[in-house]
C-alpha cells in the first residue's frame, strides 16, 4: 500500500510505517543534516529504506497531486516548535507551523487515510482554537482559506461543509506501544468516509503495571538481566493476575547486548554530562525521558542516563537510536550534538510501526477495495 511523508527528518516515522508494510512513494525533508542520513541509509541497502524516494526540498514547493489515485496514506510530523513546551508557544502565528501545508498535502492526494505525529503540547488548552482548526481542515481538506480570512472566520464556513474524513485526535505515549522512552505525543488520523470504516483510537500494547509485576512480583526482569538481590517481594501490594500486555521496555532492555561506547558506529562517548535539579536523567530500569532535541543542541542535563552506581553520562548516538527503535546498521554522520538533535525530533519507529498496522487493518476493514485501488 503506498504512502507519501512531508517532514521526514531521519526516517523514524517512515521505517516504522514501512515495517508495517506501506510503500513509500516520496519522502520530503528540508533539513540539510536529516536528508543526509535518509540518503546515508538508502545507499547502504538498509532494509525498508533502500528504495526510499528522498526529495530534499521545503514542502511549500511539492506537487502532491502526481500522488493523487496512487498514495493511499499521507504521514507526516509538522514541525513541533509552536507547540513545544520548551518552545516560543506562538502556535500558527509561528512561521514554522506547517500544519497548512500538511492539509494541503492531503487536499491534493486524497488519500485513503493520513495520520500526522505533534508534540502532546498541541493538545494544550492554549491552543484549543487551533487544534480544532486542524482537525476542522483536516476533515474538510477541499475548503481552502481564502487570501486575507482570518482562522476564525475560516472555521466557521468549514464546520458549515460537508465533512469527507472522519478524524480522532488521540494522545499517546510511545511507551505504551513498545518504545524505551516515556515520550508523550498527539496523533491525529483520518479515514475517508467513503470508505465506510469505523475510526477507532489503536490499543495500547504495553504498561507500566507489567513492567512492575515483573519487576516486583516475579522478578523475571531481574533474571533475564542476571542481576541478584532485587527479585520480587510477593504479590501483596498487586493484583492477583498480571497484566495481559507487556511490560514496558526500560533503558537496560533497549540496551541489552550494545556493551560500553567503543568509539565505533556511532557508539562515542561524550564527556560533559552532569545533574542538576529537574535534570537527573533516565533510571536504567524504566523507560528513558523523552530524548530532547533543542534549538541549539542537546539542552544541558538532558539525554542521559544514570548508571547502577548512580553516576550520570550521555547516552551515545547508537544508544539514542536503539531508544528510538532504530536498528544499530542505521547510521549518523556528523557532531553529536547534530545526530542527537535529529534523534530528539524523531518518532520512535515501535510507536511508528504500531500505527501503521493500526492504520493498516483499518483499512483492510473495507473488504479489500483499498489493496485492489492501490
Same mark, same amino acid.
Given at each position: 500500500m503506498n504512502s507519501v511523508e512531508l517532514f521526514s527528518g531521519c526516517g523514524g516515522l517512515a521505517l516504522g510505517l514501512a515495517r508495517a508494510g506501506f510503500e513509500h512513494s516520496l519522502l520530503v525533508e528540508r533539513n540539510p543534516h536529516a536528508i543526509a542520513t535518509l540518503r546515508y541509509n538508502r545507499e547502504r541497502g538498509i532494509e525498508h529504506v533502500a528504495d526510499w524516494n528522498v526529495v530534499g526540498d521545503d514542502v511549500s514547493r511539492i506537487d502532491w497531486t502526481a500522488y493523487a489515485?496512487?498514495? /493511499?496514506?499521507?504521514?507526516?510530523g509538522p514541525p513541533c516548535q509552536p507547540f513545544s513546551i520548551g518552545g516560543k508557544h506562538r502556535g500558527h502565528d509561528d512561521a514554522r507551523d506547517m500544519w497548512p501545508e500538511a492539509v494541503r498535502a492531503v487536499r491534493e492526494v486524497q488519500p485513503h487515510a493520513f495520520i500526522f505525529e505533534n508534540v502532546s503540547g498541541l493538545a494544550r488548552p492554549a491552543f484549543a482554537e487551533y487544534l480544532r482548526w486542524i482537525t476542522a481542515s483536516l476533515?474538510?481538506?477541499t475548503v481552502e482559506? /481564502?487570501?486575507?480570512?482570518?482562522?476564525?472566520?475560516?472555521l466557521l464556513r468549514l464546520e458549515r461543509e460537508r465533512t469527507t474524513y472522519d478524524v480522532i485526535v488521540v494522545p499517546v505515549n510511545a511507551s505504551d506501544f513498545g518504545a524505551a522512552q516515556k515520550r508523550k505525543r498527539v496523533i491525529i488520523a483520518g479515514i475517508s468516509r467513503d470508505l465506510g470504516i469505523e475510526l477507532t483510537p489503536p490499543a495500547t500494547t504495553h504498561s507500566a503495571a507489567r513492567l512492575a509485576w515483573d519487576q516486583n512480583v516475579t522478578g523475571e526482569y531481574w533474571r533475564r538481566h542476571r542481576i541478584t538481590g532485587r527479585h520480587g517481594a510477593g504479590t501483596a501490594a498487586f493484583a492477583e493476575l498480571a497484566p495481559a500486555t507487556l511490560p514496558w521496555v526500560t533503558v537496560r532492555d533497549a540496551l541489552r547486548g550494545l556493551g560500553k561506547p567503543n568509539g565505533r558506529a556511532n557508539?562515542?562517548?561524550q564527556e560533559g554530562a552532569k545533574a542538576y535539579t529537574g535534570h537527573t536523567g533516565s533510571s536504567l530500569d524504566e523507560p528513558a525521558k523523552a530524548l530532547k532535541a533543542g534549538d541549539h543542541g542537546v539542552p544541558g542535563g538532558e539525554n542521559m542516563m544514570v548508571r547502577d552506581d548512580g553516576t550520570v553520562r550521555y547516552f551515545t548516538v547508537r544508544e539514542a537510536a536503539r531508544l528510538q527503535g532504530l536498528p544499530d546498521d542505521y547510521r549518523f554522520d556528523g557532531t553529536w550534538s547534530e545526530n542527537m538533535r535529529q534523534l530528539g525530533n524523531a518518532v520512535p519507529t515501535q510507536l511508528s510501526e504500531a500505527l501503521g498496522r493500526w492504520m493498516m487493518r483499518l483499512l483492510?476493514?473495507?473488504?479489500?477495495?483499498v489493496e485492489d485501488a492501490a
Open positions: 489515485g496512487t498514495a /493511499r496514506l499521507v504521514a507526516g476533515r474538510r481538506p482559506r /481564502r487570501i486575507g480570512e482570518t482562522h476564525a472566520k475560516h557508539h562515542v562517548l483492510r476493514e473495507d473488504g479489500g477495495q
